[in-house]
């Protein structure tokens, strides 16, 4: 258990560094597809670009359970070994 729980910790901490590398990029990207959400001339390519967002959002919110999931881990680690 306590192995478990320290790999889950690690893929935390890398999930957390991952984030912090891609984090921006990510919200350049969000405020981008909205930009072309709202312009009219990208009408036709609307589900494109949802579905564009949808898939930044999925990959954000992927990473940020990594990371709650990683501090959970730890957390019980350090509540095991006292």
């Known amino acids: ?5 320290q790999k889950e910790a690690r893929r935390g901490r890398a999930a957390r560094a991952e984030l912090a ?13 909205f ?11 609307v589900y494109v670009v949802r579905e564009q967002a949808k898939a930044l959002q999925r990959l954000e919110e992927f990473l940020e359970s990594l990371v709650t999931t ?13």
């Open 1 to 5: 258990m306590e192995v478990d729980l």
């Open 21 to 33: 590398l891609v984090k921006e990029h990510l919200d350049e990207e969000k405020q981008r597809l």
């Open 35 to 45: 930009g072309q959400f709202c312009d009219p001339r990208y009408e036709e390519e």
């Open 70 to 82: 990683g501090e959970l881990a730890e957390k019980s680690n350090e509540g095991e070994t006292r």
